[in-house]
């Protein structure tokens, strides 16, 4: 999986960096942000356990998932727009198709993106970004933690920052131009 930062960045491209003087109620950039993280909030089951890494990339990490999750946003914020629904779509889905551009260091690789028709995982052949370290299945909270925070990490997000800072810049750019 690609790091915070960098799923972060890939939804702001997305959406667009979201200004003082927008339409859009204060709740969009927040939920542009939750919805960019919403398919990791798989580690929080596993944390409860004791093992943070036991449910992670599971049928969250789905196009299936990102439906459901539209869905559920739309009945509790009904003020927004189907475009906004859109987005907050292909920024979960986003998130999913990052995670497959992604290293991936333990088996199952990738992320069932069909999930229920097809429990294949899928990874691209080629990936793009690092792997963000968060340890592996057993390890408990404090080694996951000390994962996380590891120079290797660092390396993962400034590889990120590499690739989607200038991609955010240019879709910035070329939205200030059209509006
Ligand atoms: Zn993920």
Do not use: C
Request: hydrophobic fraction near 50%; avoid cysteine; aromatic fraction near 12%.
């Amino acid at each position: 999986m690609p790091s915070p930062v960098g799923h972060i960045l890939l939804a702001f491209t997305i959406s667009g960096v979201p200004k003082s003087g927008d339409v859009f109620t204060r709740w969009w950039p927040v939920l542009v942000l939750f919805a960019a993280i919403a398919p990791d909030l798989d580690f929080l089951p596993g944390i409860i356990v004791g093992d943070p890494n036991r449910f992670h990339h599971g049928p969250t990490h789905s196009i299936t998932a990102a439906v459901v999750f539209t869905v559920v946003i739309a009945l509790l914020f009904r003020s927004l727009s189907k475009a906004q629904m859109l987005v907050l779509f292909l920024v979960y889905a986003g998130h999913v198709l990052a995670d497959t551009l992604a290293r991936d260091l333990g088996a199952p690789y990738g992320v069932p993106l069909f999930w229920p028709f097809d429990s294949h995982y899928y990874i691209a052949p080629v990936t793009l970004f690092s792997n963000f370290s968060h340890g592996t299945h057993n390890d408990g909270l404090s080694s996951v933690i000390q994962d996380i925070f590891s120079v290797h990490n660092l390396w993962t997000v400034a590889i990120e920052i590499a690739i989607l800072g200038p991609l955010l810049w240019l879709t910035e750019r070329y939205r200030r131009r059209t509006s």
